[in-house]
């Protein structure tokens, strides 16, 4: 009977010495995960989106062990707008009065310039609401430019 608890014991110290083991290679897995995300989170460029799934899902568990801080999750604020947009439509607008909506939308995407939330393609709308503040700031003159 001895023997037998014996043997319980000797294997239930192996198996603890290989679940730690185990923790401690997780641990470091983790560590090494946790190291490349801050090198990232501290070399990327400001703007740059990540959308890949699993560094998301590896980030969320970190989060929940506490190896990053929970606001590195929190959406990216607001981009501040500038002014330059509404500058560059009213100068279109001064530049040639009839052009259209249209003909700016597709002047500024000529030039690559990115919409108000980072977009490619220019609509109507957003010309229209960069056309209002430009007008509401006096740059433009209510030409009918439509």
Avoid: C
Wanted: charged fraction near 30%.
């Amino acid at each position: 009977m001895l023997r037998r608890h014996l043997r319980y014991r000797e294997r239930t110290e192996e198996e603890l010495k290989r679940a730690k083991t185990i923790s401690e290679q997780a641990a470091a897995a983790q560590r090494r995960q946790f190291d490349e995300l801050e090198s990232l989170y501290h070399t990327a460029p400001i703007g740059l989106a990540v959308f890949d799934r699993a560094l998301i899902r590896a980030v969320r568990r970190l989060a929940a062990v506490g190896l990053v801080r929970q606001d590195v999750l929190d959406p990216a604020p607001k981009r501040v707008d500038s002014n330059d947009l509404v500058l560059m439509v009213a100068g279109l607008v001064r530049a040639e009065p009839s052009i259209t909506l249209d003909g700016i939308a597709r002047r500024l995407q000529g030039m690559g310039q990115r919409t108000p939330r980072g977009g490619l393609r220019w609509s109507r709308s957003s010309v229209k609401n960069l056309l209002d503040r430009a007008k509401e700031q006096g740059l433009v003159r209510d030409l009918g430019a439509a």
